[in-house]
């Protein structure tokens, strides 16, 4: 039979934003750490692990909050990867009122899926897909080109940020300007208490 899901876009609420931009104070955020896949259905100790040949720095990861606990905006980034785990965090949209953040006590549930990067691989169906690594993505445009050749037309390109490294700002990864042959991606900051959107860090993304 058929199968499906539901899907909802949602538009930031501004209501706890400022008109008169300012530098907001960090607020800490909660860590979530998935315990990974079972590859041995019963024994529910043997957990999927990377080999030791792949670097953590070439492990990608793509996720998406797979319940509506919280019907508001939600961005979900990677904090940290490791061979036999990620630490993933929910961040919410910025707020001026320390309140807001103290609203979102409930876990949302989260799907996910780790790979090593590098990879492309063509189906003999023609389906085609392709891994990379980005490990300095600013707010500065970048150009990639991909691995593979895409004949059909241009491929759709799926990102996220696998780090951290900058604690002040809801940010997440943007692509455009796609074509057959290359993207171009940028890092956005949420606009909320400052009125730019530029993003220094630098970050990785998958």
Do not use: K
């Amino acid at each position: 039979g058929q199968v499906g899901f539901e899907a909802r876009m949602y538009v930031p609420n501004d209501t706890f934003c400022s008109s008169t931009w300012y530098t907001p104070v960090h607020i800490d955020s909660l860590p979530i750490f998935p315990t990974g896949c079972i590859y041995e259905w019963n024994n529910p100790v043997d957990r999927c692990r990377f080999n030791t040949s792949v670097l953590v720095s070439e492990i990608g990861v793509m996720a998406n909050i797979q319940t509506l606990v919280h019907d508001t905006y939600l961005l979900l980034r990677v904090a940290r990867t490791q061979r036999a785990r990620i630490q993933m965090i929910l961040t919410p949209h910025d707020s001026l009122d320390p309140s807001y953040f103290a609203t979102f006590g409930e876990f949302e549930t989260v799907g996910y899926v780790a790979f090593p990067t590098g990879m492309a691989l063509v189906c003999i169906e023609g389906v085609q897909f392709e891994t990379a690594s980005f490990p300095s993505i600013t707010s500065d445009p970048f150009e990639f080109t991909y691995q593979n050749t895409y004949e059909l037309g241009i491929p759709a390109v799926f990102g996220m940020l696998v780090t951290q490294n900058s604690l002040t700002d809801s940010t997440a990864v943007r692509v455009f300007a796609r074509t057959e042959t290359s993207s171009f991606a940028i890092t956005q900051e949420d606009q909320c208490a400052e009125e730019q959107v530029v993003h220094t860090t630098p970050e990785r993304a998958t």
